[in-house]
């Protein structure tokens, strides 16, 4: 029957299509580029890469054990989190790990009002940080939770101008939900490898930082 088929052909066979090893966890069998063999590696667009968890933490950090030129561009997805003071959520990138944060930061977004009427657009810059500008958390619960997705489109090479951009679903002080969609423009050319994240003021109460290289 079919479950004897399916043992015959496929059970303890892992040589049947030149694989000679079994691949690690949570990656998938796939055609080499070459498209001469099969292979296991990465499934889809990301590459999970580091995560790192907050807890009334002063700031995240990821260095250049996770930024490196294995990848061009990458992505960290922030879910549940939320500051200890109504204030402003920062980042900063650097090229040297972190020995240095000099840079101009410009920026601008769009935003509205998630169930009610309520748009609006505004820019901005500021000095050696970026910043969500104009969008203090609500630190009355742990449960008004914050999730932002950070693109860092070819962080790790030579551009005129590092360009980042951002989605930011967000509760808001004003007791009002938001989502609002960003663009960054650094000063900063060279190859990154380093960024960090915290409050304007205050920490970082809870929140779960993802990693992601992407596949280009």
């Known amino acids: 029957d079919d479950r004897i088929l399916f043992d015959e052909t496929f059970v303890d066979k892992i040589g049947l299509f030149n694989i000679n090893t079994l691949g690690s966890g949570g990656q998938a069998l796939k055609v080499n580029s070459a498209g001469s063999a099969f292979e296991f590696g990465a499934a889809g667009t990301f590459v999970k890469l580091a995560t790192a968890s907050a807890s009334s933490s002063s700031t995240i950090v990821f260095d250049n054990t996770v930024f490196t030129s294995s990848y061009k561009s990458y992505m960290i997805r922030i879910n549940d989190f939320i500051l200890s003071t109504n204030a402003n959520f920062r980042w900063a990138d650097s090229p040297d790990n972190g020995s240095t944060f000099s840079f101009t930061s410009k920026y601008g977004y769009f935003y509205y009002t998630v169930g009610a009427s309520g748009y609006n657009a505004s820019y901005g810059s500021k000095t050696n940080y970026h910043e969500f500008e104009g969008w203090n958390h609500d630190a009355t619960s742990t449960v008004k939770s914050n999730f932002l997705d950070l693109h860092l489109p070819y962080f790790t090479q030579a551009q005129t101008n590092k360009l980042y951009y951002a989605t930011y679903m967000h509760q808001n002080n004003n007791g009002n ?17 380093y960024i960090k994240f915290y409050g304007a003021s205050g920490n970082i109460t809870k929140g779960e930082f993802t990693v992601y290289g992407i596949l280009e």
């Not at 939900?177 to 490898?193: C, H, I, K, M």
């Open 177 to 193: 939900p938001y989502r609002v969609d960003w663009g960054f423009e650094s000063s900063l050319t060279t190859a990154q490898n």
